[in-house]
């Protein structure tokens, strides 16, 4: 099963044992403690120590230090921000943000610090939610010490597309530190879309943390569910141009080591977009269950009834399911490099 591990963290033996992760013995795809069970999770040290040779991995229930973060992948999941919002003259609804980019180192498996780039502290960047035919402003404000933008998907005017060479003349295209500039379009069309920054080199500057969800509803709607986001990534922490952490929202292991908690027979709906860099290749698997598969988000009705799909970068998909029996169910890529190295979760669902 990890026969093809090996060339792949290409940087040696060095490099390797830097980077807590689960070792053949440690049967990275195995449940984590279950709390019924007086395992749990929580505070460094707690819990199991790794049973291999190498004494360091997930399965020992170590955790990041959240705090120090600025976020937590758990609240990041369904954290959807509808901005300030007002009411326009005519009627339309405004939604407003501010970003502000900022330099922050942040922990990505536990013990594996990596220098970010973020949109206001986090990574990935807040999840913009508005309805179709809404105006949108974003004020961004770069304090960093790189020149950023925000290039948004969707449909909109060029000076808005937030690319180097383009609306300069308003004051757009590159902001430099220190700078500002204010992105105003409208949220066209509905669908799951991102955002991410478009500055030469690209792969730096989106693999560095400068992404983020963009939910668009449609006018009337999508029926009532628990939602959630996953921005699926990664982070290169030796500069090898080839990701050594791989992740849904961030932290590597995060829902192994805190499962996701739905109801039984609800809807669960999850806005899955994958911004993985280096790799062409991402995919999601849910265990034991099926979903409705609706590419981008941007039709109602769902084209496939599937348990597994995969994504190149910048793809993003809304999956629909229900879970009919409480229980402890994975879902990971379906690459088993990628869920070795972190892209590996549990939902908890309870009755
Ligand atoms: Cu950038």
């Known amino acids: 099963m990890l026969a093809g591990l090996a060339p792949v963290i290409g940087a040696g033996a060095a490099a390797h044992s830097l980077i807590p992760h689960p070792h053949p013995g440690q049967t990275a795809l195995a449940a984590p403690p279950d709390p019924r069970h007086g395992g749990g999770h929580g505070s460094p040290g707690q819990g199991r120590v790794g049973t291999s040779e190498h004494g360091h991995g997930f399965q020992s229930g170590r ?23 007002s009411r326009l003259p005519n009627g339309r609804t405004l939604r407003e943000w501010e970003f502000v980019a900022e330099d922050k180192e942040i922990e990505v498996a536990p013990g594996v610090k990596f220098a970010a780039w973020t949109y206001n502290g986090r990574v990935p960047g807040p999840t913009l939610r508005c309805t179709e035919g809404d105006l949108l402003r974003v004020k961004f404000v770069n304090g960093s010490s790189h020149a950023h933008t925000i290039h948004f998907h969707g449909i909109h005017r060029d000076v808005m597309d937030g690319v180097p060479g383009v609306g300069e003349e308003i004051g ?30 690209l792969a730096d500057h989106i693999h560095k943390g400068l992404y983020g969800g963009f ?9 009532e569910a628990d939602e959630m986001i996953m921005v699926l990534n990664g982070f290169d922490t030796n500069f090898d141009a080839s990701n050594e952490v791989y992740a849904a929202n961030t932290v590597g ?52 009834f599937t348990d597994t799909i995969i994504q190149g970068q910048g793809q993003r998909a809304v999956l629909e399911l229900r879970f009919p029996f409480a229980g402890r169910y994975m879902f990971h890529a379906h690459k088993t490099e990628f869920a070795e190295l972190g892209w590996l979760g549990f939902f908890d669902v309870e009755d």
């Open 215 to 223: 939910i668009v509803d449609p006018k009337d709607g999508r029926p």
């Open 253 to 304: 292991f995060h829902y192994q080591n805190e499962p996701i908690k739905v109801k039984r027979d609800r809807l669960v709906r999850i806005y899955l977009v994958n911004v993985l860099e280096f790799d062409q290749i991402n995919s999601f698997h849910v265990h034991a269950n099926f979903f409705q598969y609706y590419p981008t988000g941007t039709s109602l009705e769902p084209v496939e």
């Open 63 to 85: 955790s990041v230090d959240h705090v120090a973060n600025g976020f937590n992948p758990t609240d990041i999941l369904r954290d959807f921000d509808y901005g300030k919002t």
């Open 172 to 201: 757009g295209g590159l902001i430099e530190p220190g700078k500002s500039f204010t992105y105003e379009f409208g949220a066209d069309p509905f669908g799951l879309h991102l955002y991410h920054c478009h500055t030469p080199p």
